[in-house]
């Protein structure tokens, strides 16, 4: 079945630097790729949708030049967390889709951001 | 915009009990819909995904329906194990390819030993 694996599982990092976040899918190509935050408590919020070889596309109120991504392959789309503060401390997950329409999604691990 | 919600919130059953989980959906036009699974500080599992054009789907003790006219789809989990224990999300796909998938908040279920 198809896997996508997300790279760390955990980070900790002081306030004002930057992290980055993997996503790969292993067996499978996908053009597409998707980025969400979890707060505790809180359900999946969608933040952008990683295009490989275009530009990201971003969910209102997110901010693009804070949560930049790139999707330079079709297997690996990164999202870089800018100038991080202790509010961008979440739980990111990413997902992919092997196929069309018709199939589901796929999610990484998830990724524990703290930012101190 | 579409926009998901499951009730109950949270669930606490003793083992061996037959459960339903609901989720309701604003919007018909979906694609498909997803149940996943997550336990504390983990990822999701895909549970069973339901095509629009599907009444329900079935996997062990897992049955999910789907109803399109009224927007909305249940988990039907049977014979309940504490193993069962996790939160389960319900997520729409409303855009095919090229949308992400629309959460509702959870349900935080519990099964007593």
């Known amino acids: 079945g198809a896997v996508v694996s997300q790279h760390p599982s955990w980070v900790i990092c002081k306030s004002g630097t930057s992290v980055k976040i993997e996503c790969r899918s292993l067996?499978?190509?996908?053009?597409?790729m998707f980025w969400y935050r979890q707060f505790p408590k809180q359900s999946l919020m969608l933040m952008a949708t990683?295009?490989?070889?275009?530009?990201?596309?971003?969910e209102q109120g997110v901010e693009k030049d804070k949560f930049l991504i790139n999707h330079a392959s079709l297997t690996l789309s990164t999202l870089t967390v800018t100038s991080a503060h202790p509010e961008d401390s979440s739980f990111y997950i990413c997902?992919?889709?092997?196929?069309?329409?018709?199939?589901?999604?796929?999610f990484g691990s998830g990724t524990r951001l703290t930012v101190v | 915009k579409q926009e998901v919600t499951q009730i109950p919130a949270a669930l606490s059953v003793p083992e061996g009990e037959n459960l339903v989980l609901n989720c309701s959906f604003t919007?018909?036009?979906?694609?498909?819909l997803q149940w996943f699974r997550q336990d504390p500080g983990k990822g999701l599992t895909s549970l069973l995904l339901?095509?629009?054009?599907?009444r329900e789907q079935t996997s062990g003790r897992l049955n999910a329906s789907l109803d399109k006219s009224s927007g909305r789809s249940t988990l039907y989990i049977a014979a309940s194990q504490p193993g069962d224990s996790a939160t389960y999300l319900c997520?729409?796909?409303?855009?095919?390819?090229?949308?992400?998938?629309?959460f509702g908040k959870g349900t935080h279920l519990i099964i007593q030993p």
């Open positions: 997902s992919a889709r092997q196929g069309g329409g018709n199939y589901g999604y796929t």
């Open positions: 067996d499978f190509q996908a053009t597409t």
């Open positions: 990683s295009n490989e070889g275009s530009k990201a596309t971003y």
């Open positions: 997520a729409a796909n409303s855009g095919g390819g090229a949308d992400g998938l629309t």
């Open positions: 339901i095509q629009s054009s599907q």
């Open positions: 919007d018909s036009a979906i694609y498909n």
